[in-house]
């Protein structure tokens, strides 16, 4: 038998080995079976096709009978350091868990030492009234179809989870025949408690025929906005594909005041979902100071 010959074997009865020492260190199969199998494939294409490149690099000099056993000797040291990192990472998660088992354990001891005080206290003269619960936030989704429309989908979905889609109001697409839209739209923004502008690359410098869209006075984009600063509604600017806030001197006057309105920038995933919530979580704060 050559040395390449007893180097396969040595390695496919090591691997043997490796997974019954994964089973005796405790380490789950299911969990860590590809850490195993490339352990046990990287064994057998390193003692058959290294010995060859060593041998070629040595031109000859060192042998595959010479080398094989030494790189089989090097990958067991190597699987088994690798299986014992495995077996201290698992038994160091087991243990957190145990840590916050016992945390919680101890919590709903505390929580059932003070019931029999509670219980003992005595009881108030006159039960305190419930507050009045507060009414839903009522919220308008302003966005350019050409520069934000699937962002705002997403935006709208997230919000609509949170505070139902009957509070939150995003496209006027049925606006009635005959109707002053300008007024309809302000009519819509004016029962709303906040305007959310989504601001993207293309929002400031999107055009028409005719030219800008925000300088034409019946831009829906424009109106919407305008509406919600003329009631004096909070307006957020959301920022989205690193758009910038825009500069006072580069909007039509009547969108000047959205300069300085505080926005926050939404960014694409993974932090899509991080970043509606802190909108939510300012929304809820701005609602509760008011």
């Known amino acids: 038998m050559t040395a390449a010959s007893f180097a396969v074997l040595a390695v496919i ?15 789950s199969l299911g969990r860590h079976a590809g850490v195993i199998a490339v352990l046990i494939v990287a064994g057998v294409v390193a003692s058959v096709g290294v010995p060859a490149l060593v041998n070629q690099f040595t031109n000859g000099r060192i042998s595959p009978d010479e080398s094989a056993p030494w ?12 299986l014992r990192r495995l077996a201290a990472g698992d038994r160091a998660g087991d243990g957190r868990g145990v840590t916050a088992a016992a945390a919680a354990r101890t919590v709903e001891r505390n929580f059932r030492a003070h019931r029999p005080a509670e219980a003992a ?27 934000s429309q699937d962002v705002a989908g997403r935006l709208y979905d997230r919000l609509s989870r949170h505070f139902g889609a009957e509070h939150v109001f995003k496209d006027v697409d049925s606006i009635p025949l005959g109707v002053d839209f300008r007024r ?28 800008r869209r925000l300088d034409d006075p019946r831009d829906m984009v424009r109106v919407e ?32 005041a959205l300069s300085y309105r505080n926005g926050i920038p939404l960014r694409p995933d993974p932090d899509f979902h991080s970043d509606v919530d802190r909108l939510i979580e300012g929304l809820e704060a701005s609602r509760r100071r008011g």
Do not use: H, M
């Open 184 to 211: 309809y739209v302000g009519d819509q923004v004016g029962r709303c408690d906040a305007l959310l502008a989504i601001i993207g690359p293309a929002w400031l410098d999107a055009e028409n025929d005719q030219g």
């Open 121 to 147: 206290a005595p009881k108030a003269a006159a039960p305190t009234p419930a507050p009045t619960p507060a009414s839903p936030l009522q919220l308008f989704v302003s966005y350019r179809r050409s520069d």
């Open 71 to 82: 790189i089989v000797l090097g990958w067991l040291i190597v699987a088994g350091t690798t």
């Open 13 to 27: 009865v090591a691997a043997i080995g490796i997974i019954v020492a994964a089973r005796v260190l405790g380490l």
């Open 225 to 256: 906005v305008a509406s919600a600063l003329k009631r004096d509604i909070p307006v957020v600017p959301i920022l989205i594909g690193n758009a910038a806030l825009p500069g006072e001197q580069a909007l039509p006057e009547e969108l000047r």
